[in-house]
């Protein structure tokens, strides 16, 4: 009977952009590293973007990206559907992520040098107090996301950074999928106050009733 | 409609209020929400789902442009999930070579304390001999009748050199009570999984029936350490 470990240098099929999740993370489990290095491929961005979005480091969201996939595959009898291998693992990124600010709580960078508004070109176009204005409310923001009960803030994120489905999310997070809606509403609740009023609101309620 | 219906009524208006993500709604979530506050206030919120999702996305961080960064992280990153698959399929063998450990381990708690039973019963108190400072020479004060009949098989264990029979009694002493594991090297986790490069005494004791274990530990005595 061959060794369990040689399983890792049997041919390997193709692995294409359309291969389903699920038949990755099966061939994975048998130890065909080529369709774990496409699931890593697939799925690395959106993790390290979850990851950086806790901790705030480069470094840190690279160690944990690669240490989710690693739980990821040494868990991977737990994952239920193979299917949300990607919610699952990115629910696994963000409770390591969480684990990881708890065990540095007095070590998290103060600065936000890692973090700067996406669409920086436009931000760089703006006088300098509407700069400052987007950037104060942009950190705002990120310190009520962080305020967040844990749930909602992933239910949130999964949501809007994820664009995963309510059910995709109750999956994950093993919650239902009315509770995920829920979650939703409260951190949207939350977080629409830092913003102010809806500058449409006005036109939007002339229309719409 | 009584207070409880309207709550479960209620809840699902804002569940279809969320997934229409500020939406159009179908005629009976509409007719609901004007003529309910608290899921009219709800819609209102929802509706500034797409500007909330708008400031958080502009709000997150940039992520590394360079390829080379991702391409590094690929392959860093496989490398330790293969390497952690590896591990995982091997375990349940890992797993039987603990178990096979702790027998041993048992097997030489056994032989401790059948040890420490034949000492007591051969010298009561009051006849103890004198104080000995190693656990290996309290077992060493063991005698059985018929010893020297076996003198082949003490011979086997006799011949065992001081080092392996050093690692013997850490192993017996690790797991022997305290009075009788005195003078014996510490006991550590490391020692319970033998590297494959050291030979396992503990093994060979293992193999032995109960009456080949009590001849090795009469054969102790005879070895000075």
Redesign the interface.
């Known amino acids: 009977m061959m060794p369990?470990?040689l399983?890792?240098v049997m041919p390997v099929q193709d692995e294409t952009p359309e291969t389903p999740d699920d038949v990755l993370v099966a061939r994975?489990?048998r130890?065909d590293?080529a369709a774990?290095?496409a699931l890593?491929?697939r799925h690395?961005?959106a993790l390290?973007?979850l990851c950086?979005?806790y901790v705030?480091d480069?470094d840190e969201a690279?160690d944990l990206?690669?240490r989710a996939?690693?739980r990821?595959?040494?868990k991977l009898g737990e994952l239920r559907e193979a299917g949300s291998f990607r919610s699952w693992t990115l629910r696994i990124g963000a409770h390591l992520s969480l684990n990881h600010l708890r065990d540095n709580a007095r070590f998290v960078a103060e600065d936000d040098s890692?973090?700067?508004?996406?669409?920086?070109d436009t931000a760089a176009a703006l006088p300098a107090l509407e700069r400052l204005e987007?950037a104060e409310?942009?950190?705002a923001?990120?310190a009520a996301?962080r305020e967040l009960p844990t749930k909602q803030r992933m239910t949130?994120e999964l949501r809007?950074?994820e664009d995963l489905s309510?059910r995709e999310i109750a999956t994950a997070l093993e919650i239902s999928?009315?509770a995920a809606?829920?979650n939703?509403?409260y951190a949207?609740?939350k977080?629409?106050v830092l913003?102010g009023p809806?500058p449409?609101?006005a036109a939007?309620r002339g229309r719409g009733? | 409609m009584t207070d409880h219906q309207k709550t479960a009524a209620c809840?699902g208006v804002?569940?279809r209020?969320?997934?229409s993500g500020g939406g159009p709604l179908d005629a009976a979530t509409e007719a609901h929400v004007?003529s309910c506050m608290a899921c009219y206030r709800?819609m209102?919120?929802?509706?500034?789902?797409p500007?909330?999702?708008d400031?958080?996305?502009?709000?997150?961080?940039?992520?590394?442009a360079d390829e080379r960064f991702?391409a590094a992280?690929?392959a860093?990153?496989?490398e330790?999930?293969?390497a952690?698959?590896?591990?995982?399929?091997?375990r349940p063998?890992r797993s039987r070579g603990r178990w096979r450990v702790r027998l041993v381990s048992f097997g030489g708690l056994a032989v401790a304390a059948a040890a420490s039973w034949m000492l007591m019963v051969r010298h009561p108190a009051g006849t103890q001999p004198a104080a000995t400072p190693a656990g290996a020479a309290a077992i060493g004060a063991v005698r059985w009748p018929g010893d020297e009949a076996n003198g082949e098989s003490l011979s086997d264990v006799a011949e065992l050199d001081a080092a392996g029979l050093r690692r013997l009694l850490d192993r017996l002493g690790a797991h022997a009570p305290p009075a009788l594991a005195g003078g014996v090297a510490d006991a550590t986790d490391a020692a319970d999984i033998p590297s494959d490069d050291e030979p396992r005494v503990s093994d060979e004791v293992a193999d032995l029936d109960g009456d080949s274990l009590r001849r090795v530990a009469t054969s102790l005595e005879r070895v000075s350490l």
């Open positions: 369990s470990h399983k890792l994975a489990q130890g590293r774990l290095g890593v491929q690395q961005r390290f973007a950086l979005r705030r480069t690279a990206v690669q996939f690693v990821a595959m040494t890692a973090e700067r508004p996406a669409d920086s987007l409310q942009a950190e923001l990120r996301v949130l809007v950074y309510f999928e009315g809606k829920v939703f509403h949207v609740r977080l629409r913003l809806n449409d609101g939007r009733r | 809840a804002v569940e209020l969320v997934e004007g709800a209102t919120e929802l509706r500034d789902v500007r909330v999702a400031a958080l996305r502009a709000a997150a961080p940039d992520l590394p991702w992280l690929a860093r990153t496989t330790a999930a293969a952690a698959v590896t591990v995982e399929a091997a063998v």
